[in-house]
């Protein structure tokens, strides 16, 4: 499926190759034609239409000039004569040359032509479906809020959530890459020199989230652990803002949970940032000397008791031009329709952004075991569709 392995270690048996794997099997089906376009069709009928006229003319001609003259073979020669006349010969070259010259046009407007009969399909197009990713969206995951338990903007939760990406061992996800690169940190951690590692617990699946521990001038150590909402606040037994730390009863979760929902409404991905400050195994390590000594001494287990800060939500913000693009297509009676794999929640957002009314978002799952004529009409009544695999876009 074109995944990366990014930390740990594993097995792994090579069944296919090349062409033989899921992603040769799509490339393959991104170079056959399966249909043929509306220009092809009415081609094909334009030549049909001459054949039977054909059929039906030179026979007649051939009688008519062969009973009237009595000279049979003067009227084959004339019939063929006429065969050949209706014979739309310059035909291809015709269409080839206008549809050449329309490439050309387009080639000015930077827009690639790999088959020529494309280039009318194009222009009797009333129905556009488009991906999201990196056509409506730039496709560069920007860090969008950093907010407290309060919801209001907290800096603090910022700075420890660049503290965990930066000193992290593993390859940096968009996520992290995001944080790393946003500008306000970097004017606030200008001492982070005064930070060191003393240990990690990576990132795994089940988790869903991964930690640093880390010492500042060699006395004050704290865990910090960043990763989904629901895990990191399983551990997690009370919630700070500002100076005040309060325990997080039933009541206080469910307003945490409120505020993410209310993220994820609005198309943000979140990651939650806790903190542990001298958690269980940190004294007992405070006087030894060595770096090997103070390396490999925390574990998932130490991973409890956290502190909860707040959230960091991420958007990969739509393009300058889509909004443009769209009013363009709708003024020349194009219906656009997004094919995603992202969250629909994410979908609708973007939706929002570029004016594009979403309506009922239809999902992969929804449409796995349909027939053709139920998701032909499904399709014609549904702007957007979200989580689909790339052998259900293809479908639709």
Known sequence: MGSYVVSGIGSAVVVRTGAATFFGEVAHQTTIQTRHSAFDQGLDRFTKLMIRFMAVMVPLVFLVNGFAKGDWFEAALFALAVAVGLTPEMLPMLTTVNLAKGALALSRQQVIVKRLNAVQNMGAMDILCTDKTGTLTQDCVIVER?????????????????????????????????????????????????????????FD??????????????????????????????CCVD???????????????????????????????????????????????LGLETSAEKSKIFGIADEHSLTLL???????????????????????????????????????????????AAGRIVLGEEIETMDEPSLALLAESTAVFARMAPQQKSRV
């Open 146 to 202: 950093h907010i407290n338990l309060s919801g209001s903007a907290d800096n603090l939760v910022l700075e420890y959530a660049y503290l965990n990406s930066h000193y992290q061992s593993g390859v940096c996800n968009l996520l992290d890459v995001a944080v790393l690169k946003h500008h306000e940190i970097h004017k606030k951690l200008h001492q982070i020199d005064a930070w060191q590692k003393v240990d990690e617990i990576p």
């Open 205 to 234: 699946f089940e988790r869903r989230r991964m930690s640093v521990v880390l010492e500042r001038n060699q006395q004050s150590r704290v865990l910090i652990c960043k990763g989904a909402v629901d895990e990191v606040l399983a």
């Open 239 to 285: 919630g700070k803002v500002g100076e005040e730390v309060a325990l997080l009863d039933p009541p206080r979760r469910a307003q945490v949970l409120d505020l993410v929902a209310k993220l994820n409404l609005e198309g943000f991905r979140v990651l939650a940032v806790a903190i542990r400050e001298e958690p269980a195994g940190f004294q007992s390590t």
């Open 310 to 356: 707040g959230f960091v939500a991420f958007l990969d913000p739509p393009k300058d031009s889509a909004r443009g693009a769209l009013e363009a297509l709708k003024a020349c009676a194009v219906t656009v329709k997004i094919l995603t794999g992202d969250n629909p929640l994410i979908a609708r957002k973007v939706c929002h952004d570029v004016g594009l």
